[in-house]
């Protein structure tokens, strides 16, 4: 189906490459060699992209270096194999007629295939993204910084969180199969909790390296049924392992440590599931 283009390439990719890892491609020159962004991006993509089910290029870095940057954030987006899913980490969201425009800007101008956006105003500002049926949705759920529990942790009357509201609105708006939802791992109880509420979905769970979170309890509660649908995304600890003229040859060794170390980990609730089933 259509609908299902999205999460068949993430699991097309995922199972090829035997991996739940995302990459981040979030290029800040201050971290980085001396060195241009695009080519900077190439070298990463060239030394791990049979160790990734997808890359997740945040907005941000490209916006925060002008015209040049923006060029270079398609630079990088062609230079992706077409097979792998690229996530644009975008976090939109505002009333329907703008709305229109950030998903017309981010899946036919730039041809992300799946963004991040922000729930805040509600289903007419999700409505446009998710009427692109082949594309993948991310909603921002339960977020993996500090500040996340400011307005995420707030209780209805009923006693249920925010976020967990959130989780079952965008649950109801699934309708054409294309939304996950954005689950930080720093918050693994949230993430166990959200992972019951929606079993199907896929889930992008950022936090893990630089922000400390937990990779064991991410993988254990992130995963579906089958032990898939985490895209476990790791950027600066990846990206930035060497300042040095190696750096993509250290991105490599890093990612592959830790696509490895995710398996490892995978396998031994995969094998308790199948054996409650």
């Keep these: 189906m259509q609908a299902m283009n999205f999460i068949n390439k993430l699991l097309d990719t995922s ?3 035997k991996s739940l890892l995302c990459i981040g491609l979030d290029p800040n020159p201050e971290l980085m060699p001396s060195i241009n962004i695009t080519d900077f991006n190439k070298a990463i993509i060239n030394a791990t992209y049979d160790l990734a089910c997808a890359y997740k290029l945040n907005l941000a ?3 925060a270096q002008g015209i040049q940057g923006l060029v270079a954030l398609e630079k990088t987006i062609n230079f992706i194999p077409s ?5 644009g980490d975008a976090k939109r969201g505002d009333i329907g007629n703008t709305a229109k425009a950030y998903a017309r800007a981010l899946f036919q101008t730039f041809n992300f295939d799946a963004v991040t956006v922000s729930p805040y105003l509600g289903m007419d500002s999700v409505e446009p993204f998710i009427e692109y049926r082949d594309k ?3 909603i921002l759920c339960r977020t993996s910084n500090k500040g996340a529990r400011d307005f995420q942790d707030l209780a209805l009357a009923n006693g249920t969180p925010l976020y967990e509201v959130v989780a079952r609105k965008a649950k109801e708006w699934n309708y054409y199969d294309n939304i996950g939802l954005v689950m930080g791992a720093t918050y693994p109880e ?3 909790r959200i992972r019951s509420i929606c079993p199907e979905m896929p889930l992008l769970i950022p936090g893990i390296g630089a922000q400390g979170g937990d990779l ?3 993988i254990e509660y992130g995963v579906d049924s089958r032990g898939e649908k985490a895209v476990i995304n790791v950027s600066r600890q990846i990206i ?3 300042r040095e003229n190696n750096f993509s040859q250290a991105a490599r060794v890093v990612a592959e440590k830790l696509r490895n170390q995710i398996n490892s980990i995978q396998h031994k609730p995969l094998l308790s599931r199948e054996q409650e089933q």
């Design 216 to 218: 064991a309890a991410a």
């Design 61 to 63: 870095f490209y916006e």
């Design 15 to 17: 199972r090829k490459n």
């Design 240 to 242: 930035y392992a060497s």
């Design 83 to 87: 097979s792998i899913p690229i996530i």
């Design 136 to 138: 993948g949705i991310f």
């Design 190 to 192: 949230e993430l166990k």
